[in-house]
């Protein structure tokens, strides 16, 4: 089969620089398990420096200040005896769309993933099966995210458009809105300024903040902008970096907070008396002089974490008395760069450059252990999305996650891991 990833467009998304490696795409749709184990050392990290240079491949290169890390060794050795974890892929699916650049999990238990083609796949849990597809002119699909019956999704040409799903003859999507609109552009020209204006440079990722019905859009071109959704009107431009900012989440309580290649995390507030400047930089927190490649919180908004080119997860803990972020230390094992987090229940989910995935399991007292690592894809893994669709046995069961990962093999895998005290299995698991 030949392969679309060396005739498809650039991939603005994609982080790190230089000569695009060429995956081999899997192609198997079985499930295997190497009968022994491996436990692969941690090489040294990349610099922040080095990080845009070397090769997928290459080794060769310095450690950088080792920052604190939160869990002991015996509790994070995979191929420890008092392991408890089980996990498995359960689907494989390859398609010709080229690389697999976003994953977003909906209501009813659907699943979207973007990629370099011009369409968005819609895929039905727990059996991973496809419902349709939502197909537009625009190529390349860089982001996405999903609200209620919305779907936002971000294209290569710097634009956002906005997808309505209805019932009728199934699950249909029906386009209804297009940022910035026309009626934006006319705005900005007969206003003399610029802050309706599209991005200048790809969009690299959107959040949502449902209780002000606000929209994030984050950008290479050092830029956030806001949109509001009920008129999808560009309500300001922060100007947030230095450099291009790679990830942006949103809490509930309103807090914006922003990742960029400077190697710095930024927290914004919004005060409505401001007036044009509705969000106020709040504080900087320093990463170790790593880009900033993905950002996520939890579901209660008491932890951050942030993944950087230099292979660590770095995290901050929210102070119950103060509010502040506090720095609570870093989660270690990848050995490229982190592009991409998710969180569901007391699980972290990470995924890299190395081509694997790692699944962190969170205590009450803040230590961290990796519980799994998901191998089995042949490239970068780009995205991933924690679903809550579970078996049906196990329902109610905070202690498993379905996982959902894309690489730049373009193959999109399905993963179950669960915590059921049983004896673990290596993380070798490949389909």
């Known amino acids: 089969m030949a392969s679309s990833l060396q005739d498809g467009p650039p991939n603005p998304s994609f982080a790190i620089r230089g000569p695009n490696p060429i995956f081999p795409r899997s192609v198997s749709t079985k499930e295997w398990t190497r009968p022994d184990t491996l436990c692969l050392p941690v090489p040294p990290r990349l610099s922040a420096n080095a990080a845009a240079t070397l090769s997928l491949n290459e080794r060769d290169f310095h450690a950088p200040p080792t920052p ?22 359960v689907a494989s699916v390859l398609k010709k769309d080229g690389q697999i650049l976003c994953i977003a999990a909906g209501p009813d238990g659907l699943i979207y993933t973007g990629s370099q083609s011009n369409a968005i796949r819609v895929w039905k849990m727990p059996d991973f099966v496809e419902l349709g597809q939502i197909k537009t002119k625009a190529c390349i699909v860089v982001a996405l995210q999903v609200e209620n019956d919305k779907v936002f ?13 209805t019932r009728e003859d199934g699950v249909r999507h029906v386009r209804i809105a297009t940022i910035p609109t026309a009626a934006n552009f006319f705005r900005s020209y007969i206003g003399g300024r610029d802050r309706m204006m599209k991005h200048l440079g790809p969009i690299s990722c959107l959040a ?27 309500i300001e431009t922060i100007q947030a970096h230095t450099e291009p900012i790679n990830t942006v989440a949103v809490s509930e309580d309103g807090v914006l907070y922003t990742g960029s290649d400077d190697a710095t995390v930024r927290v914004w507030r919004r005060n409505f008396c401001s007036g044009g400047r509705a969000h106020s930089l709040t504080v900087t927190l320093p990463t170790k002089y790593s880009p900033v490649k993905t950002l996520v919180l939890t579901s209660d908004a008491a932890v951050l974490y942030g993944g950087c080119s230099d292979g660590y997860v770095h995290y901050w803990l929210k102070s119950w008395f103060s509010g502040q972020l506090q720095y609570g230390g870093a989660l270690a094992g990848h050995t490229h760069a982190v592009m991409c987090l998710s969180t569901v229940s007391n699980f972290v989910v990470s995924g890299s450059a190395d081509s694997t995935s790692r699944v962190w399991s969170r205590r009450v007292d803040g230590v961290h252990s990796c519980v799994a690592v998901l191998r089995g894809h042949r490239g970068p893994v780009r995205c991933v999305a924690a679903v809550p669709v579970r078996l049906s046995e196990e329902i109610g069961d905070e202690n498993c996650c379905t996982l959902c990962t894309g690489s730049l093999d373009g193959v999109v895998k399905v993963w179950r891991v669960r915590n059921k005290g049983i004896q673990q299995r290596e993380g070798l698991e490949k389909c």
């Open 68 to 89: 604190r890390l939160s869990f002991t060794p015996e509790s994070s050795n995979l191929d420890g005896s008092e392991a408890t974890e089980y996990f498995r892929c």
């Open 208 to 234: 949502i903040n449902t209780a002000e019905d606000i929209l994030y859009s984050s950008s290479f071109d050092k830029t956030v902008k806001v949109w509001r959704i009920s008129d999808f009107a560009c």
């Open 153 to 165: 999704a971000a294209y290569a040409d710097c634009k956002i458009r906005v997808w309505q799903r």
